[in-house]
Nanobody, 123 residues
């Protein structure tokens, strides 16, 4: 069974930083590309970033390139999303999900999802 548990959301001022964590199992890390999605009120899910289970290659949606970094720690069975220079438009519920691909919008959403963590960027 694939389990994904997010943590690390919160309220931050514009320009601030947050680090999200997605705890999972070694099996999941080895077999699925894991990604971060977000959903703002009234909008569809957006694929923010994705990291491969094989070669560690990464994908970022255009609006976060240069500001967000996805990484994985195999020893801790955790995927991280470091978010710097946050903007109000980054506000939303952030989900860890698998499997992901190199896309911002999906015809078919990933099969496995965490419960989500709220990120609010506001002055």
């Amino acid at each position: 069974q694939v389990q994904l548990v997010e943590s690390g959301g919160g309220v931050v001022q514009p320009g601030g930083s947050l680090r999200l964590s997605c705890a999972t199992s070694r099996f999941t890390l080895d077999h699925y590309a894991i990604g971060w999605f977000r959903q703002a009120p009234g909008k569809e899910h957006e694929g923010v970033s994705c990291i491969s289970s094989t070669d560690g290659s990464t994908y970022y949606t255009d609006s976060v390139k240069g500001r967000f970094t996805i990484s994985r720690d195999n020893a801790k069975n955790t995927v991280y999303l470091q978010m710097n220079n946050l903007k109000p438009e980054d506000t939303g519920i952030y989900y860890c999900a698998a499997p992901c691909s190199s896309a911002s919008y999906y015809t078919v959403l990933p099969e496995y999802w965490g419960h989500g963590t709220q990120v609010t960027v506001s002055s």
